[in-house]
C-alpha cells in the first residue's frame, strides 16, 4: 500500500504527532522524515527548515483552538461577553493540553501565527460586543496576556521535576534558605497542585489558570 503524497500539511501533522509522542525536542528534519518514511531532504520541498516547522505546528494548533471554539461559540453581546470569553479560552486551553509542549513554542516564535491571530480576533469581537472601547480592549488583551491563548506564564520553572508546588513539598533550594524565605517556604509547604492532567507547568494547573482567568475577567467587567 503506497503511502499519501508528501504536502506541507501532512509534514505539519506529523511533527505534531511527533511532538505528542516524543516531545518537541525530537521534532527534527530527520527524525520527521523517519516518521514520514521519506528522504530528509525531500522535506525541504514543503518546509525550508525547523523554524518553518515550529511556525507550521503553532498554526496547526491555533486551527485546533479555533475549531474547539467555533463548537462552543456562545452570544457575547452586553452582558453576556465575559461567559464567552471565558468559554473560548478555555476551549484553547483544553487543546493545549493535549499538546503540553505548545506554550513553551508558542512563545517562542517571532512570527505571529495566522490561526492564533484569528483566535485574538475573535476576542476582540467578543469583548467589542460586551461595550468595550477599542481602547479598553486593548488594555484588556495586556491584561490577559498568554492566558487569552490558554496558558499562563510561569516567573520560572525548578530545574528538578517532581519538586515544589505538584508535590506539596518546598523548592529543595528554598528549603535550605528557609530562614531568608520564610513566607515562600511556608506558602510552598502548604500548597499542592494535585491534577498533573490539567497542568501545562510548574504552577499552572487547571484551578490557578482558571482563578487568575475569572480575577481578570471581572476586573475587566468592571471596567466595562
Known sequence: MSRPALSRDRVLRAAVELADSAGISAV???????????????????VANKEQVLDGIVDVIGAEINEAAAR??????????????????????????????APA????????????????????GIMRNGGFTHDQTHHALHALGSRAVGFSQ???????????????????????????????????????????DSTLGWCDDQAEFEFGLDIVLDGLDRLR
Not at 28 to 46: C, F, P, Q, V
Open 28 to 46: 527534527t528534519m530527520r527524525r520527521l522524515a523517519e516518521e514520514l518514511g521519506a528522504e530528509a531532504m525531500s522535506l525541504y520541498h514543503h
Open 72 to 101: 462552543v461559540e456562545l452570544p457575547s453581546h452586553g452582558d453576556g461577553w465575559k461567559k464567552a470569553a471565558r468559554v473560548r479560552i478555555l476551549a484553547a486551553r483544553k487543546v493545549l493540553l493535549r499538546h503540553p509542549w
Open 105 to 124: 513554542v508558542i512563545e517562542s516564535r517571532t512570527n505571529a501565527s495566522p490561526e492564533i491571530l484569528l483566535h485574538m480576533d475573535a476576542l476582540v
Open 154 to 196: 510561569e516567573l520560572f520553572t525548578p530545574g528538578a521535576p517532581g519538586n515544589g508546588p505538584t508535590t506539596g513539598e518546598p523548592d529543595p533550594i528554598m528549603a535550605a534558605m528557609a530562614a531568608r524565605l520564610p513566607n515562600l517556604v511556608g506558602m510552598l509547604s502548604e500548597i499542592a497542585h494535585d491534577d498533573p
